[in-house]
């Protein structure tokens, strides 16, 4: 069984930074995906930005030249670097793990889920 657990979501002001790690557990392969996600009231969950196996990363147009996404695979780690917030950058922050060793932006591919962390931007 597979578990994810994130951390480092918290309050910044816009223009700031945040840091978020997720943390995996159980069996994973390191070939899938791996995906963060966030929900904001009254939205649907969108894909945020993920990596393949080989490190081919990508991000949302909304937080591109501001988030990156990188994984530590010797630790199991995901990682979030979320730079220049802006307000509509706060939601719940999920990571997830993918099914295949492809990424694509559907939730309905991600096998496994954190509970997520609550990032706010404002001033």
């Known amino acids: 069984q597979v578990r994810l657990q994130e951390s480092g979501g918290g309050s910044a002001q816009p223009g700031g930074s945040l840091r978020l790690s997720c943390a995996a557990s159980?069996?994973?392969?390191?070939?899938?995906?791996m995906a963060w996600f966030r929900q904001a009231p009254g939205k649907e969950r969108e894909a945020v930005a993920w990596?393949?196996?080989?490190?081919?990363?990508d991000v949302v147009d909304s937080a591109k030249g501001r988030f990156t996404i990188s994984r530590e695979n010797g630790r199991n780690i995901l990682y979030l670097d979320m730079n220049s917030a802006k307000p509509e950058d706060t939601a719940m922050y999920y990571c997830a793990a993918g099914r295949e060793t492809w990424c694509t932006t559907d939730s309905a591919d991600y096998i496994a889920w954190g509970r997520g962390t609550q990032v706010t931007v404002s001033s």
């Open positions: 990596i393949n196996s080989g490190g081919f990363t």
């Open positions: 159980g069996f994973i392969h390191r070939t899938n995906c």
